[in-house]
């Protein structure tokens, strides 16, 4: 069925282009937190679109879906955090990547709170931004953010977790 | 004298701070690529931000320093190509890392040609992208382009090339 829809239409054959090359695209994970003044709840989501925008002044983009509840807090709350991954912490990221877990997302005693901000102490690094603009570009708005304050981890003899053809990937030096 | 700097500049500490978080972020290396029309030339420089923005429509953006050389060429061309590297092609990047290596860029025989803008038939894939959308913030501008062809090479036994911790990486499975 897919097949026949992509055979008449451009754009989804070009979306089904798009996936397969981004299935060979390496990233990391990071789960993206903010504070929910709606229900006055942390709230957070796997994020894998995330990049440094520029140093001067030093700030982040994260793509965010806007269907996503995470896209209206984090719209409403103005600030966010982005905890970069070590390959320890993979389990977490189901939890954030399954509707039906989203009760046990902020449920252990790993996360600690700045200004109300959740964050994880254990990441390979916590990066706190306050949102600047913001662009909208079809399914996804894009926030940027000036980074306000960066919290790192002792990482010695951690590695970055990474995700790549659809699952966690790890990272190793070239030979 | 940079300590004697960050100390007094809030700013300064936190650029320092954030470069150190995105060593610890690895992310994959592309060269994107396009037509230099003051020039007549092929154009192209080595990025790591590169994401995808959204599959409706197909689309992906990358972050380009507004004083490069580069981001003159797609402002005016307003097409570029993100080619993902494969860990077969670290030597590549050397050349379009260093100003001095600007005229060896497109000397070698694996570059060809889709409507004058330059792409690598051996990168893992080739993603041909037309500005749409583009925002300035700080020293940088994110430009926003709707896909509109992706080429991929036969990958079989290849791995994407990865950047991580200031050197180059190769992805593997997580145990």
Redesign the interface.
């Known amino acids: 069925m897919k097949d026949a829809i992509g055979e008449n239409d451009p754009?989804a054959l070009?979306?089904a282009?798009?996936?397969?090359?981004?299935r060979?695209?390496?990233?990391?994970v990071s789960l993206v937190t903010t504070h929910d003044d709606a229900l006055n709840a942390p709230a957070g989501m796997a994020a894998?679109?995330?990049?440094?925008?520029?140093?001067?002044?030093?700030?982040?983009?994260v793509?965010v879906n806007r269907q996503s509840r995470c896209h209206a807090a984090i719209e409403a709350h103005g600030r966010f955090c982005i905890n970069?991954l070590g390959?320890d912490q993979?389990r977490l990221v189901e939890t954030f990547s399954t509707a039906g877990l989203r009760d046990e997302r902020f449920s252990t005693s790993e996360w600690e709170y700045s200004d109300s901000i959740p964050f994880l102490p254990t990441a390979?690094?916590s990066?706190f931004c306050e949102v600047?603009?913001t662009?909208v570009?079809?399914?996804?708005e894009?926030f940027?953010g000036n980074?306000?304050?960066?919290r790192?981890r002792d990482?010695e003899g951690l590695d970055?977790?990474?995700w790549?053809e659809g699952?966690?990937?790890?990272?190793?030096?070239?030979?």
């Not at 570009?137 to 996804?140: A, R, S």
């Not at 980074?147 to 960066?150: E, G, M, Q, S, W």
């Open positions: 754009q070009l979306a282009g798009l996936r397969s090359a981004m060979r695209m390496p990233g990391p894998s679109a995330v990049i440094p925008v520029s140093m001067e002044p030093p700030s982040m983009l793509a970069l390959t993979a390979m690094a990066i600047r603009t662009l570009h079809g399914t996804h894009l940027i980074a306000y304050d960066v790192m990482t970055p977790l990474g790549m699952g966690f990937a790890r990272f190793g030096a070239l030979d």
